[in-house]
T-cell receptor, first 111, second 114 residues
Framework: QQPVQSPQAVILREGEDAVINCSSSKALYSVHWYRQKHGEAPVFLMILLKGGEQKGHEKISASFNEKKQQSSLYLTASQLSYSGTYFCGTDSGAGSYQLTFGKGTKLSVIP | DGGITQSPKYLFRKEGQNVTLSCEQNLNHDAMYWYRQDPGQGLRLIYYSQIVNDFQKGDIAEGYSVSREKKESFPLTVTSAQKNPTAFYLC?????????????FGPGTRLTVL
């Protein structure tokens, strides 16, 4: 079952902050975040594991609430280059190596 | 440079024809995946393979077929049984052995069926 992302779309001015949420109805082992520019491949941003480990870009921060099966991606001091569609992918079991992606959140940063 | 290549970038086919999309990786990754992307739908898993000569159906496998004869290659065939094949297709790969490994995506193939 697809995780649910919110909001579906958001418009920011440069320098503003945003939070993108990802919620699953299943117990999660890890959450993966990607950003995709139109017509291009998704680019890896971050992995958050059950137990608190994280791996990702220095300028991106995120949280993972295991009890609520939710993750949030925090974009601070947004830049024009942050524009794109953000996807969360959830992995519900160690060793499954499958990700189920949400429908995405479209972020537009304007000058 | 290591990476994933998909070809062609754009593909046009007539209705009723089978078509094969290429995916090659030189990252020495064990697992490979095919996703379909439609506007507003996110990425949906078609097939995946964790080792050579073995693959599993994803959520929307009907009308598609794959093979994994080599570790580097995972071609996807869109058959005439697929009712609505026009979409953006993404191939991905991942180093197996732990969920701490990210998926890398290829540049995609945009298929249009006329």
């Amino acid at each position: 079952q697809q995780p649910v992302q919110s909001p579906q779309a958001v418009i920011l001015r440069e320098g503003e902050d945003a939070v993108i949420n990802c919620s699953s109805s299943k117990a999660l082992y890890s959450v993966h975040w990607y950003r995709q520019k139109h017509g291009e491949a998704p680019v890896f941003l971050m992995i958050l594991l059950k137990g608190g480990e994280q791996k990702g870009h220095e300028k991106i921060s995120a949280s993972f609430n295991e009890k609520k099966q939710q993750s949030s991606l925090y974009l601070t001091a947004s830049q024009l280059s942050y524009s794109g569609t953000y996807f969360c992918g959830t992995d519900s079991g160690a060793g499954s190596y499958q990700l189920t992606f949400g429908k995405g959140t479209k972020l537009s940063v304007i000058p | 440079d290591g990476g994933i290549t998909q070809s062609p970038k754009y593909l046009f086919r007539k209705e009723g024809q089978n078509v094969t999309l290429s995916c090659e990786q030189n990252l020495n990754h064990d697992a490979m995946y095919w996703y379909r992307q439609d506007p507003g739908q996110g990425l949906r898993l078609i097939y995946y393979s964790q080792i050579v000569n073995d693959f599993q159906k994803g959520d929307i496998a009907e009308g598609y077929s794959v093979s994994r004869e080599k570790k580097e290659s995972f071609p996807l065939t869109v058959t005439s049984a697929q009712k609505n094949p026009t979409a953006f297709y993404l191939c991905a790969s991942r180093l197996a052995g732990g969920t701490y490994n990210e998926q890398f995506f290829g540049p995609g193939t945009r298929l249009t069926v006329l």
